[in-house]
Structures are given as C-alpha cells and as structure tokens.
C-alpha cells in the first residue's frame, strides 16, 4: 500500500509541474503532447504571415479558427474553418524564364504579373486528431501520432506526423520533434491540378524562463516531391527562429518567427530558386500567432 501512495505522489507532482497547461501549444508550428484533458474543449485561433519573396511585394495570410476536444485523456480531435488574404504587387514575374526565377507565392496567378494584386477569402476546413502513446511526463521520450485531413478551394492534403517530446529540469525544459509526411492536391483555377508531397523535419526547445513565460527555438528542414509518392525530389529549404509563450489561467498565446536561411530547386523546379532560397509558396520570413481560451 505504500509503494502505491508513493507511485501516486510521484505522479501528482509531476503533473503539477508540468510545462505548460493540458492544451497550450507552447511552440509556432511544432506540435507537442499537452493534449485536452477528456471532455474539455478549448478554442484555438491561429493567424499566419509569409512574407517576402524574390521580386516585388508579397504578403500571404492564412487563419485557423477552430475547437478542440479532448475525447480521452491520450486523443483530441480539432476542427479547423481556414482562411486566406494575399496582397501582392509585381510578384509574379517572368515565371520560368532564365535568369528571372519563378516567385509568384500562393494565391497570387500569373495574369497578375506586373501589377497589384489583393484577394481575401474562405478557403475550406481542415480535421485533425492526435493521439500520445507515451506521455513525455511520465516517460524519458513521449510519442505521438497526428493526422489531417483537408479540403479546400486551393488545394485536399492529407498530412501525418509522428510527434515526440522529452522534458528536462523539472519540465522548465521542452525539446520537441516532429517527422511529416503529407500528400498533396492543389488546383489552381485555370491550371491542371498537380499531384506533390512533401516530407518535414521539425524540431525545437522551449525553456521556462519566468512563471507563466516560455521562450525558445525552433527550425523546418523542408522537402517538396512530385507525385504522391515522392516520386521526384524539387526542392528543399531550411527555416529557423525563435519563439515565445505566455499563459494565464483562462487563455494562452504563442508567438514565433522563423526565418528561411537556405534553399535548393532541382530538375524543372530550379526556377523557383533564386539566391539561396526557395520561392514556390514560401517567403524569406514567416510568422504566427496563436491564441487558446478553455472552455469551463
């Protein structure tokens, strides 16, 4: 009886003392193990900004507004309604064409060469689940496994993730990985849709600070493919920046920035590379807010 008193303690107080809030997304992009507590549900809103390409202006916003549930203990599901705002003037310029690169970003077409560009949309939905193995609480590495499905104007994609994370320091520490893996389909009005995946690495460390402050780093090793099944490689690129979190009782917001520090294009693709970097959808900066309110 008293190994199990002392087993219970042990794992109250590692609870108590765990990183963040069950939920909180302490990171940008990287998804860790806090999940919702069963029957819990927690709004979530994220706003996101790719910013800057090779030529002219660009500015891409995308939004998530969705709700997330706790069906177990180890499995939420989320709910996402998406949106879109790019704003873009002599973007798309000369696409193809040897030495001009290809920088027309998302949502901008090349009948917009040239001139201003500016659209605002609803662009789909998006579900989400993920379910933790193992707790990186109660383990030395927690494991995970994520999957989304989504359908929009634009473009279906189906990604998956295997999610991992290990605390250190009492949890002030937080290192975290996540592998992707995501086909998809983007149909473009006037264009035949084309078939891409891409394959991911991101990683990053997040550091309690102060009560209710976490502040790190993290980085997206990033590979594009033709075809659904990784057929031909095109492209990759490497991002990298700093991140910071804050929570209260009844809300949390993140917010991070990662900076694009080198690419490469290949095959028919080496037009979209330009200076070192990689321009098809991507932007020299990105950033993103997110905000989660618990339900009571």
């Known amino acids: 009886m008293l190994g199990k008193k002392k087993l219970l303690s042990v794992v109250c107080l590692m609870t108590l003392t765990a990183p963040v809030m069950a939920g909180e997304g302490s990171f940008g992009w990287l998804y860790t193990l806090d999940l919702q507590p069963k029957g ?5 809103q994220k706003i996101d900004l790719t910013k800057g390409q090779a030529a002219g202006t660009y500015n ?3 939004t998530k507004t969705g709700l997330e549930y706790g069906v177990t203990n180890d499995f939420q599901l989320t709910g996402y309604l998406n949106g879109y705002s790019v704003n873009a003037n002599h973007n798309y310029t000369n696409c193809g064409a040897d030495p001009s690169p290809c920088t027309g970003g998302f949502g901008v077409p090349e009948s917009a060469s040239g001139h ?3 659209k605002t949309q609803f662009e789909g939905a998006s579900v989400e689940g993920v379910w933790r ?3 990186p609480v109660l383990s030395p590495v927690g494991v995970g496994l994520y999957a989304e499905m989504s359908k929009g104007k634009f473009a279906d994609a189906l990604e998956t993730r295997l999610l991992m994370q290990s605390n250190f320091l009492d949890d002030r520490l937080v290192l975290a ?3 992707i893996a995501e086909m998809e389909k983007y149909k473009f009005a006037g264009t035949t849709p084309s078939k891409e995946s891409m394959i991911d690495v991101l990683y990053g460390a997040t550091y309690r600070f102060a009560p209710k402050w976490f502040a790190g780093i993290e980085g997206r090793f990033h590979n594009d493919f033709t075809g659904y099944n990784f057929d031909t490689h095109t492209q990759r690129a490497n ?3 700093p991140n910071l979190h804050y929570a209260e009782k009844d809300w949390w917001v993140t917010a991070a920035w990662r900076y694009q520090i080198g690419g490469k294009c290949f095959g028919d693709g080496v037009g979209e590379c330009s200076d070192g970097k990689v321009w098809d959808s991507h ?3 990105q950033f993103i807010v997110k905000v989660g309110v ?3």
Do not use: C, D, R, S
């Open 40 to 44: 819990t549900l927690e709004f979530e």
């Open 60 to 62: 891409l916003w995308k």
């Open 116 to 118: 201003a560009f500016n």
């Open 133 to 135: 193995v193992l707790n």
């Open 177 to 179: 990985v996540n592998v």
């Open 239 to 241: 991002f990298i920046g």
């Open 283 to 285: 932007g020299k900066n």
């Open 294 to 296: 618990p339900f009571k």
